[in-house]
């Protein structure tokens, strides 16, 4: 019998002094996730120099649009502004149309950007949580139009706009990307790590169906990636150039394509091709600025809760 309880009784103690330490431990866990955890100087020279090499060409844009094609052809080039930023700013205003094509390439933006957003998030939750036949396969069909350059579908995109009576019409940029594969893989990936089965399950069992439960249970969760997807997705549909250029024509211009105005001519001025480079990148840099800390905010959070 001694020998039967020796070993129970050293085992009670042992649990009694893990149940005692428990409380210790976890607070010590808690002062530690608690402090601000401090960078080494060589961090901050590695991220100041990440920062300068970032912005440069940024700087070097303002520094172009700011001179004249004489002063930028120099050995060695001005690492300075010049004192013609505002006349080259009006002049490539003036000669691109700018007013319009910016209020075109916000449009077009906007508007691709909502659709992708919302598009991507329903097909997103669909793909991860809803059970259908063919899920897979169309997933997979969606991943593999991601492998199929765009170019092999201009000739025919441009037909069809044309047959719908857009050709050369806003809308004949906008319908063709209205949802990206890209914004349903990342939402499907999100999805399914970051929305426990539980919840969708709580909502069915509450007589919910599936467009109140995407309403009330995942959009809330949903709105860091959508912030993400809408910013990626705004500026690339703001730089976009390619199809814009086939599908529009000077009358009815977006901003990259109402640049190709500047470097027209036998003689192309560097400065000012700079100059409405930099006017197209003012709105973009706005934006980040108004909505960059709530992005990055949401992002963090989403983390955080995942």
Known sequence: ???????????????????????ARRRRLRQGAGKQHHAGPLTYVLLGFTALVSLFPLYWTLVAASSDSARISRTPPPFLPGPNLFSNLSRAWTEAAMGKA?????????AISLSTVLFATLAGFAFAKLRFKGRNALL??????MMVPPQLGVVPLFMMM?????????????FPTLVSAVGVFFMRQYFAEALPDELVEAGRVDG????????????????????????????HAWNDFFWPFIALDMTNPTVPVALTQLSAGYVRDQSLIMAGALLGTLPLLAMFVVFGRQIVGGVMQGAVKG
């Open 208 to 235: 919910a169906h599936s467009l109140r439960i995407f309403w009330s249970i995942v959009l809330p969760i949903a709105r860091a990636p959508m912030a993400v997807i809408f910013m990626i997705t705004f500026v």
């Open 140 to 145: 997979m069909v969606v991943i593999g139009t």
């Open 102 to 110: 910016m209020m075109n390439s916000l449009i077009v933006a906007g």
């Open 1 to 23: 019998m001694t020998t039967d309880t020796a070993p129970v009784r050293t085992g009670a103690r042992g649990r009694d002094v893990v149940e005692r330490a428990a409380p």
């Open 162 to 174: 044309s047959d719908l009576g857009w050709g050369q019409q806003l809308p004949s940029v906008i």
